[in-house]
T-cell receptor
């Protein structure tokens, strides 16, 4: 079956630091890949996505590249802000109707 | 356009009680789903629906029932609550019959004592 593995954290960084959150996946076929963000007390919001190999998703300064050869979709941001503090989920869709498969989430804490 | 709405926001139940978590969307999405979120477990799919009148089980369906009589609504029923069902529940929807790029509601935090 499908699975997603991501670093769980918490990850604590200083403001303006470079961020990488690793995500690797196992899936049959050609999944679509997503990063969702959950701010405290809220639901999940789609941050970015990529639907085929070598696609780069980007939004709000975050980006991630779909690497089929390494089955990875690492999230990066060049300079984080305190407002980026949240839980980040990597997820995949196998293309069917049976839902998204999520990683366990990475709690990111940005200190001023 | 309210997106995906869920009620209630918080609920406390005693073991054995029943209740229904409500979910509605106003985006005319065909696909709707329920997830539960537990610490260290990520989100796990409970049930999903690809359209009105059609539902199917996800990864963790035991103890939960769903129905989809309209495109807009997708309630989740707990028939006899157990402490293991203490969790945060999220409803989600998406445009197509497939699961990708889902829009999530704000969640219902349920405690079963």
């Amino acid at each position: 079956g499908n699975s997603v593995t991501q670093m769980e954290g918490p990850v604590t960084l200083s403001e303006e630091a470079f961020l990488t959150i690793n995500c690797t996946y196992t899936a049959t076929g050609y999944p679509s890949l997503f990063w969702y963000v959950q701010y405290p007390g809220e639901g999940l919001q789609l941050l970015l996505k990529a639907t085929k190999a070598d696609d780069k998703g980007s939004n709000k300064g975050f980006e991630a590249t779909y690497r089929k050869e390494t089955t990875s979709f690492h999230l990066e941001k060049g300079s984080v802000q305190v407002s980026d503090s949240a839980v980040y989920f990597c997820a995949l869709s196998g293309g069917g109707a049976d839902g998204l498969t999520f990683g366990k989430g990475t709690h990111l804490i940005i200190q001023p | 356009n309210a997106g995906v709405t869920q009620t209630p926001k918080f609920q406390v139940l005693k073991t054995g009680q029943s209740m229904t978590l409500q979910c509605a969307q106003d985006m005319n999405h065909e696909y709707m789903s329920w997830y539960r979120q537990d610490p260290g477990m990520g989100l796990r799919l409970i049930h999903y629906s690809v359209g009105a009148g059609i539902t199917d089980q996800g990864e963790v369906p035991n103890g939960y029932n769903v129905s989809r009589s309209t495109t807009e609504d997708f309630p989740l029923r707990l028939l006899s609550a157990a402490p293991s069902q203490t969790s945060v529940y999220f409803c989600a929807s998406s445009y197509s019959g497939q699961a990708h790029e889902q829009y999530f509601g704000p969640g219902t935090r349920l405690t079963v004592t």
